[in-house]
């Protein structure tokens, strides 16, 4: 079955080190969404792809980054963590098909910025 | 812009009664709308969705929501909760257009009383 996973599910780091989390996709979806989750903010857009090679920011994208150079995988990228990164995080794709605007969501990576 | 207000951060029901969860959206054209359900430690799962068919939606586990366009309003409903019914749950709204992203709710957190 086509799947969406995270690695790592968890993961605790120090201030100011790089810090990258991987997502991967099997369904062959166009666009891939990276989210993070808060208390009382829901969840908020950080980056996002619709193919290999595009990305764009969103509403939070300060000191993240992330590269599409195939379908399947978005990884996103602290530059430098920071304690305010201390989040959930959370991958997604959708097929951009029409008018299919369904994302499938992966399981989460929990991160700790210490 | 769009947005998705979600009204009660936490419901709490007792098994067996209704379960009535609110959301209201503002959207410039007319929106898709979802609700997705997130179990502890785990991604978003989608509950149902709106795409301008029947305006009253059927999805899993026996919930429903009807989109109402005179009240900017997709409230999610359940006759009858079961324990397992304890989760979170968000309202998300798309453009529909060739913008792929979905804006999401705060999120309200059911509790369902035995």
């Known amino acids: 079955d086509a799947e969406i996973t995270q690695s790592p599910r968890h993961k605790i780091t120090e201030t100011g080190r790089q810090v990258t989390l991987a997502c991967h996709q099997t369904?062959?979806?166009?666009?891939m969404f990276w989210y993070r989750q808060d208390l009382g903010h829901g969840l908020r857009l950080i980056h996002y792809?619709?193919?290999?090679?595009?990305?764009n920011k969103g509403e939070v994208s300060d000191g993240y980054s992330v590269s599409r150079s195939n379908t399947e995988d978005l990884p996103l990228t602290l530059e430098s963590a920071a304690s305010s990164q201390t989040s959930v995080y959370f991958c997604?794709?959708?097929?951009?098909?029409?008018?299919?605007?369904?994302?499938?969501f992966g399981p989460g990576t929990r991160l700790t910025v210490l | 812009a769009q947005s998705v207000t979600q009204l009660g951060s936490h419901v709490s029901v007792s098994e067996g009664a209704l379960v009535l969860l609110r959301c209201n959206y503002s959207?410039?054209?007319?929106?898709?709308l979802f609700w997705y359900v997130q179990y502890p430690n785990q991604g978003l799962q989608l509950l149902l969705k709106?795409?301008?068919?029947?305006?009253l939606v059927k999805g899993i586990n026996g919930f429903e929501a009807e989109f109402k366009k005179s009240e900017t309003s997709f409230h999610l409903t359940k006759p009858s909760a079961h324990m397992s019914d304890a989760a979170e749950y968000f309202c998300?709204?798309?453009?529909?257009?060739?913008?792929?992203?979905?804006?999401f709710g705060s999120g309200t957190r059911l509790l369902v009383r035995p």
């Open positions: 998300a709204v798309s453009r529909g257009d060739s913008s792929y992203k979905l804006i």
């Open positions: 369904w062959n979806h166009n666009n």
């Open positions: 709106y795409t301008s068919a029947a305006t």
């Open positions: 997604a794709s959708s097929d951009g098909q029409g008018a299919n605007y369904e994302q499938f």
């Open positions: 792809s619709y193919g290999v090679q595009d990305t």
């Open positions: 959207s410039s054209v007319p929106p898709y």
